[in-house]
């Protein structure tokens, strides 16, 4: 089958993922650091100390520009001199953790320790690197509120950048080999699915081991230096149950390592293999399927049950222009047979399961691939096995196509009356809507258009489109209140880079910068759009930089309105874009007035598309 239009390109997912990935590796090396420093200073020596002052520094910090309420931020501050190898030093460091915060009560109780020591003559204790003698600290254990709190972030921002960017790439990746499968299969477009290009289908919803043993190994990077850390030296104790909480990450932990053991058990236990005899399978005829199981034994027990399913899922677009799939199951037949009746090999048994499939459900022609009702139709076989105390489900995605002869309960006769009447009403209904856009819409297609200063051309016969000019000059009106945010978001990006905030704040606005100025390239665009009777061709220019696509005509599936459109000033700006087989997706019109001539558009060029 057809793979399904995304709602996002892939190029765009692997763009919104890189942000959060290096968004959550930045603040990961505040972090990690604050291991590494815990680390050095376990080798650290202790030695005794005179504190020559104390004192807990509290502030306000306000949450938000707009907000009334304040939080209270806490300071333990202190400087000591201490004698190390007949030197001495000052020193000026409480604890690992710098700054000023309000996690739990760990500022004040240490506070509280160093006012009674001075109290009792300012004697006390620190703690002096070997290396470097000038470098000291009074507190060295870890906090395990703070620890867990930063934790998360180069925990699941990672993670999920990481989900984004493995979609965005298996998807190129996918339509990359798709690609190469219709260039070795070119008039079988029953292989053009990867499952179907050999000759076994394997299931689809066989364990991927590999997520589970990327998302657990990335948590045990992250966690389990830290619970190391809280476990040797840190501010949990057993008189404070609370602080056991920083244990919690353990939880977790476990149980994604126990689910990784299970995929990897599941994954390498072989699971059965369909071949489908004939090939396509044909509505109206039989499925004779042959089903592999890797089962050991003389005699099997039990029963392998077979579902066959038809389902159409179709698209709704509700009044605030946010999609809804819909899913309907059109068609359905079990089957139950006996395990028994498997024929033993050498490698395990295979089963013989038949079908019969009505030729009045819906299916893709032999020779078009691509089409509207295609790609949100699905034929799925699922396996289960009972017997033994042994119960597993596996999924298949049939190729189901529809005959591309007349069957031979048809008569030649009646099959081409059909055909007749068919197209017939198919040419009928594009008459008609080519005559209420003549009649109702041209004059106003005309006039939104010719606002945008977008030209374009008809033929004087069939009125079909042959031309489009988009100019720069269509961005007119939001692309100079568009130019100056961006600039104030870039020079706000480069004086934070220039300053001493942490490092994850202008890396955070210097990203999104660059996502903003490649976004706004768009507006720099002219495109052009020719087209004729074999195809059409798309181009597009940004200063000296241009670029050419030509399409013909059947690789084209559909033209669509995007659903990103922009709006500025109370004026519309949509999109059209084509998308070809194999799910790639090309804008070839964009600053449109409204989705009203968009979709007027769509029409003609669906029209055109349409016409032999």
């Known amino acids: 089958m057809a793979s399904r239009s995304k709602p996002a390109s892939s190029s765009f997912l692997l763009l919104f993922g890189l942000p959060f990935i290096l968004g959550g590796l930045g603040v990961g090396i505040f972090y990690w650091g604050m291991l590494w420093d815990w680390y050095q ?48 030093y000052k020193g000026d460091k409480v604890s690992l953790s710098l700054g000023a915060d309000n996690f739990g009560d760990y500022q004040e109780r240490i506070s509280n320790v160093l006012m009674e020591a001075r109290n009792n003559g300012g004697a006390f204790r620190c703690y002096v690197s070997v290396v ?7 507190f060295r254990e870890a906090r395990w509120t703070l620890l867990l709190f930063t ?68 948590m045990l990077l992250v966690w389990g230096p830290m619970l190391h850390v809280l476990m040797v030296d840190s501010d949990m104790t057993r008189a404070n149950p609370v602080s ?21 058990w599941r994954h390498r236990r072989p699971a059965p293999q369909v071949h489908v005899r004939p090939m396509p399978v044909v509505t109206g005829g ?8 890797p089962m050991a034994g003389s005699r099997l027990q039990g029963n392998l049950e077979a579902r066959l399913s038809c389902f159409k899922e179709w698209t709704e677009t509700d009044s605030e222009n946010s999609t ?86 048809e008569s030649p006769e009646a099959q081409e009356a059909a055909q007749a009447q068919k197209e017939t009403e198919a040419a009928q209904d594009a008459a ?42 269509r961005f007119s009106k939001p692309r100079p209140l568009l130019v100056f945010f961006t600039l104030i978001w870039v020079s706000m990006s480069v004086g934070m880079a220039r300053s001493d905030l942490p490092f994850i704040v202008p890396f955070l606005f210097g990203s999104t910068s660059l996502l903003l100025l490649w976004l706004l390239t768009g507006l720099f665009k002219s495109r052009t759009l020719h087209l004729d009777d074999q195809g059409l061709k798309a181009g597009w220019k940004v200063g000296p930089y241009g670029k050419t696509l030509r399409v013909h005509r059947e690789e084209i599936v559909r033209f669509r309105v995007s659903n990103a459109g922009m709006r500025m000033n109370g004026d519309h700006y949509n999109a059209v874009y084509l998308q070809r087989q ?6 070839i019109l964009d600053g449109l007035p409204g989705k009203r001539v968009a979709e007027s558009l769509v029409l003609l060029l669906e029209q055109w598309r349409k016409q032999a």
């Open 244 to 264: 056991l909480l920083g244990l919690l990450p353990a939880l977790p932990l476990g149980v994604c390592s126990l689910l990784t053991l299970r995929a990897w």
């Open 286 to 293: 039989p499925l004779k399927a042959e089903v592999a199981l």
């Open 324 to 409: 809804i799939t819909r899913r309907e199951e059109r068609w359905t037949t079990v089957q139950s047979v006996p395990l028994a009746a498997a024929i033993r090999e050498d490698r395990g048994h295979r089963l013989k399961v038949v079908f019969d499939i009505p030729a009045s459900l819906p299916a893709e022609d032999q020779q078009r691939i691509g089409s509207a009702e295609f790609d949100f139709l699905s034929w799925v076989w699922e396996l289960e096995l009972h017997g033994g105390g042994l119960k597993q489900k596996w999924c298949y995605d049939m190729p189901v196509y529809a005959p591309h002869q007349p069957l031979a309960w």
């Open 151 to 218: 934790s998360l972030f180069p925990l699941l921002f990672p993670l999920v950048g990481a989900s984004f960017f493995w979609a965005g790439l298996k998807g190129r990746l996918l339509r990359g080999k798709v690609h190469a499968i219709q260039s070795r299969y070119p008039d079988e477009p029953w292989r053009w699915k990867p499952e179907w290009a050999g000759d076994w289908i394997q299931p689809k919803n066989r364990p991927m081991p590999w997520v589970w043993t990327a998302v657990t190994g990335w």
């Open 132 to 138: 470097r003698p000038e470098e000291s600290v009074l």
């Open 582 to 587: 194999g799910g790639d997706k090309i804008v």
């Open 432 to 473: 008609f809507k080519i005559w209420q856009m003549q009649n109702l819409d041209a004059d106003e297609l005309q006039m939104h258009l010719i606002r945008r200063h977008i030209e374009f051309t008809f033929e004087s016969q069939s009125q079909r489109p042959v031309s489009f000019d988009l100019p720069l000059r």
């Open 41 to 88: 200073a376990r080798a650290w020596v202790e030695v005794p100390c005179v504190l020559e002052s104390s004192t807990l520094r509290d502030h306000m910090e306000r949450r938000s520009s707009g907000s009334s309420r304040d939080t209270l931020m806490n300071e333990a501050q202190a400087t000591y001199r201490y004698t190390y190898l007949n030197r001495q």
